[in-house]
């Protein structure tokens, strides 16, 4: 059953509600794809609060799923004990026959980025220094997933503190994509986008510093969304973090759900389509050669962009008024500053022993910083800020390839080079995304479609600080020219 189908069981759903219960029942047993792990989030939600299907129904179709196919794809790890598991859901049904329905991820089960505390869950960050780390508490995110009624099955994998848009780590090895599990998911929110894009969980969350959203999100041809910095946090201070957790969902509605679950701010509840008549896109391609792209890449953009003129939209090549290299200098250095905080274990020979060669590079490198490297920083981020609103006055939004390259041999930690230009740090082949990170303002990866390998890739659709419904109403209208997000990956199972 693919997408518009599943929408279309969607319509139907909507219609039985408003009849009795046993028509209403027939109605949907006849719509119900043969997988529940099929539905949508947001259709599982509503079959589950209409107890058209139980809690541990769901739970025990998503467990078989999971266990035919996580041995080959490694998205989600340390799990609980499968009776655990059926027997919180059979909780979960017993409470909506009292009356008690907890929230729209009511029975649903749902696995947290292993960098992030969930009480009772092992929390490994992906370090061997944390290999038997259990957390006591939840974290406020995982507060807010659990009060909204989801049942914690285990987390999903990370590279080793979140570094690196390749999601491998010595405890748990690497995720493969859901579209070829030889090739990485992405990172960090590897372990989420895989689970998403192989229909191992209805939604996931993440976190995003250089495109750990975006990135998963094209490799596995997903929604990864990162807010403005401020919808996530309740520091009123008006300083823009670098970092920032947010939704991914299969679809945008989906991953629209999750954010109004995990926001700290209170966010709008109604979203619908943008009209795209006359919407101003702002088209940065690789910004006039500077960024080195895999081939092919910018092509995928284009066609997409196409789709976007023949709905409406004018789309303008255009390039910022900025020197990029500034704009590079500017990001590590606050990057590397923001590890500082390391450096004890950096400090002592045992727990240095343990951590990978990238991290150990960025804790030198802030050792090196001067404070009038930071002052520049700050400087230079300041006039990014002004460009971006330069910009925005002119653009509603700002569009880019989500990557440089395709998803790439998972047994290789970060690629080296592209298109014969060298890559000179472990991450400077993700430079593309700094532009949305450093402006600390909503991007949303939307899907562009597959190479002939068959290898996804999307596209950053930016909006100024604060526009994240505007953002996310594109979105909407973006899903409905396209018709990426209905294909579906042949997964594999071991052998």
Known sequence: ????????????????YALPLTVSRQLFAANLPADLIDLTATDLSIAIREKHISCAEVMQAYLQHIHTYNPVYNAIISMLDDD??????????NALARGEYRGWMHGMPHAVKDLTAAAGLRYTSGSPLYA????????????????AGAIFIGKTNTPEFGLGSQSYNPIFGATGSAWNPELTSGGSSGGAASGLGTHMLPVADGSDMMGSLRNPGAFNNVIGFRPSVNV??????????LSTSGPMGRNVTDTIRLLQTIAV??????????????????????????????????NLCNDSLSSLSSAGANVEATHPNFMMSDLWFCWTTLRHLGRASMKSFYDDPQT?????????????????????????????????????????SRYDFLALP??????????????????????????????????????????????????????????????????????????LAYEQTTNHLEKRPKLIVAA
């Open 232 to 241: 996530m946090s309740d520091d009123n201070s008006g300083t823009r973090a």
């Open 84 to 93: 655990e598991l059926i027997s919180q859901a059979r909780e979960a049904d």
């Open 132 to 147: 038997d780390r259990i957390a006591e508490n939840d974290s406020g995110l995982v507060a807010r997933i659990r009060n």
């Open 352 to 392: 240095r022993a343990q951590l990978k060669p990238e991290l150990i590079w960025e804790i030198e490198e802030s050792m090196r910083l001067t404070e009038s490297d930071r002052s520049q920083a700050n400087l230079i981020r300041a006039d990014w800020y002004s460009e971006l609103n330069r910009l925005f």
């Open 402 to 475: 989500t990557a440089q390259v395709f998803p790439y041999s998972k047994d290789q930690t970060w690629p080296r080079e592209i298109n014969n230009r060298t890559m000179d740090t472990y991450h400077r082949w993700m430079e593309v995304v700094i532009l949305g990170s450093l402006g600390g303002i909503p991007v949303i990866n939307v899907p562009v479609g597959f190479d002939p390998l068959g290898r996804p890739m999307g596209m950053q659709i930016m909006g100024n600080f604060g526009e994240d419904q505007k953002v996310l109403e594109f979105a």
């Open 265 to 298: 701010q209170e966010i709008t509840e109604q979203y619908n389509p943008m009209d795209l008549h006359d919407v101003r896109i702002a088209w940065l391609g690789d910004l006039n050669s500077y960024l080195a792209m895999e081939s092919g890449i910018l």
């Open 1 to 16: 059953m693919n997408r518009r189908q599943l929408l279309k069981t969607g319509s139907y759903l909507s219609v039985a």
